[in-house]
């Protein structure tokens, strides 16, 4: 396995199990090789890193942050196959799902979605954490 995710994205831990995981599986029916990256959950800072300070802002740099871990683990847009949105402001839902489909129509992929209420995220600037699988 191969951690795969910038730190500021993910910033770095001594425990292994925090970060996403590149693992390679086997396909006995081909006898080809596939991948799979869990990531369990990553930021929506950007490089400095500072979080942008509403939820649309935060959204935005969430998909620039999964652009960066597609790029950084050779997958594509298209391998993302679940992915998996916390927030602390699930009243704003429709704001939440039009910014975010509307990121997703312009990649032309439709991954299996959720919305997840929380009352708060690992840090107090955070209104939004994604988690996400590709294969």
Not at 7 to 15: E, G
Not at 63 to 75: D, T
Not at 87 to 106: D, G, I, Q
Request: some cysteine; proline content about 9%; overall charge positive.
């Amino acid at each position: 396995m191969k951690t795969v995710i910038p730190t500021y994205v993910r910033p770095a831990s001594t425990d292994p199990w925090s970060y996403g995981q590149s693992i390679p599986a086997s396909m006995p029916a081909t006898g080809r090789r596939a991948r799979t990256l869990t990531v369990s959950g990553f930021n929506t800072a950007d490089d400095r890193p500072l979080f942008p300070v509403d939820l649309p802002g935060q959204l935005r740099q969430a998909a620039r942050n999964l652009r960066l871990l597609l790029n950084h683990g050779g997958f594509a847009s298209d391998d993302v196959v679940r992915m998996t949105l916390y927030t602390t402001h699930p009243e704003a839902l429709t704001v939440v799902y039009s910014t975010w489909a509307k990121w997703l129509n312009k990649l032309g992929i439709s991954p299996v979605c959720a919305l997840v209420p929380v009352s708060r995220l690992s840090h107090p600037e955070m209104l939004v954490e994604v988690e996400v699988s590709l294969m």
